[in-house]
T-cell receptor
Framework: GENVEQHPSTLSVQEGDSAVIKCTYSDSASNYFPWYKQELGKRPQLIIDIRSNVGEKKDQRIAVTLNKTAKHFSLHITETQPEDSAVYFCAADSNYQLIWGAGTKLIIKP | EAGVTQSPTHLIKTRGQQATLRCSPISGHTSVYWYQQALGLGLQFLLWYDEGEERNRGNFPPRFSGRQFPNYSSELNVNALELEDSALYLC????????????FGQGTRLTVV
């Protein structure tokens, strides 16, 4: 079946530094790549998404890049803040479903 | 507009019993997805319903089943509960096209004792 791999599983960064989370996908037909953030005890919520007709998308401190040739996409968070601490999930669409990465626990150190 | 709602919020069952979890999607969404999330880990895909039909199921035993009603709400049934079924069960709804945002409910915390 289709697969999405996400790395790292845990990422610890100093407050103010940048964080990068990477995902690779297997379905070459995938066209939609969302990123979700799940804070402790809360539901996952969409923070940014990208479609295959663009290579990069930014929203304030968050950016996502997509390389369709290599079948990988990445989430970049700059100037990290304590409220960025959460689990982040990437996903790729395949046959009308989202295939999810295993998640990255982002820890922001004060 | 109301978001995705799930009930109950918490559920405690004894091993061997059956559990029924419910999900109401956002108005206009026809697809409902169920996920199991154990110990704050990854989202394990359980079931996908659209227009009343089961479209796909994940790698779970047949004692995990469900259905979708004409109003697009959905039930997840877990029979013969085992201790390892203890987890947060999340449902999400979306339009049938996969390139749109999926909205999650707050989840049902199932504890099997």
């Amino acid at each position: 079946g289709e697969n999405v791999e996400q790395h790292p599983s845990t990422l610890s960064v100093q407050e103010g530094d940048s964080a990068v989370i990477k995902c690779t996908y297997s379905d070459s037909a995938s066209n939609y790549f969302p990123w979700y953030k799940q804070e402790l005890g809360k539901r996952p919520q969409l923070i940014i998404d990208i479609r295959s007709n663009v290579g990069e998308k930014k929203d304030q401190r968050i950016a996502v890049t997509l390389n369709k040739t290599a079948k990988h996409f990445s989430l970049h968070i700059t100037e990290t803040q304590p409220e960025d601490s959460a689990v982040y999930f990437c996903a790729a669409d395949s046959n009308y479903q989202l295939i999810w990465g295993a998640g990255t626990k982002l820890i922001i150190k004060p | 507009e109301a978001g995705v709602t799930q009930s109950p919020t918490h559920l405690i069952k004894t091993r061997g019993q059956q559990a029924t979890l419910r999900c109401s999607p956002i108005s206009g969404h026809t697809s409902v997805y169920w996920y199991q999330q154990a110990l704050g880990l990854g989202l394990q895909f359980l079931l996908w319903y659209d227009e009343g039909e089961e479209r796909n199921r994940g790698n779970f035993p047949p004692r995990f089943s469900g259905r979708q009603f004409p109003n697009y709400s959905s039930e997840l049934n877990v029979n013969a509960l085992e201790l390892e079924d203890s987890a947060l069960y999340l449902c999400a709804s979306s339009f049938v096209q996969s390139n749109t945002e999926a909205f999650f409910g707050q989840g049902t915390r199932l504890t099997v004792v």
